[in-house]
Nanobody, 125 residues
Framework: QVQVAESGGGLVQAGGSLRLSCAGS????????VGWFRQAPAGKEREFVA?????????NYADSVKGRFTISRDYTQNTVYLQMNSLKSGDTGVYYC?????????????????WGQGTQVTVSS
């Protein structure tokens, strides 16, 4: 099975940018659909952010991030990225990447089998 690990979180001012990385290990991440989810403070439910299928030919975004976030993958690095621009305070939360052999870019957390530990993103207003 594949393991995934997130990095790249941090503190940024509103309007700024961050790039998150999801690195695969154990097995190649390149054959998996990868999704990004986030969980805001105060125990809110984990929400879908973006997903990309194994070929990179299909992507899916939450309405709240369309036009601001871009998901991509680098097969040579066995890594999926989430470029986040024009960040808002509402983007604050712990960001998780997850992988699945399901071929569609699902928005459902239950469709993803392998999860990372998360990386904190804090956007100050």
């Amino acid at each position: 099975q594949v393991q995934v690990a997130e990095s790249g979180g941090g503190l940024v001012q509103a309007g700024g940018s961050l790039r998150l990385s999801c690195a695969g290990s154990g097995r190649t991440l390149n054959i998996y659909t990868v999704g990004w989810f986030r969980q805001a403070p105060a125990g809110k439910e984990r929400e879908f952010v973006a997903a990309i299928n194994w070929s990179g030919g299909s992507t899916n975004y939450a309405d709240s991030v369309k036009g601001r976030f871009t998901i991509s993958r680098d097969y040579t690095q066995n890594t999926v990225y989430l470029q986040m621009n024009s960040l808002k305070s509402g983007d604050t939360g712990v960001y998780y990447c997850a992988s699945t052999r399901v071929s569609v870019t699902s928005k459902r957390p239950d469709d993803y089998a392998y999860w990372g530990q998360g990386t904190q993103v804090t956007v100050s207003s």
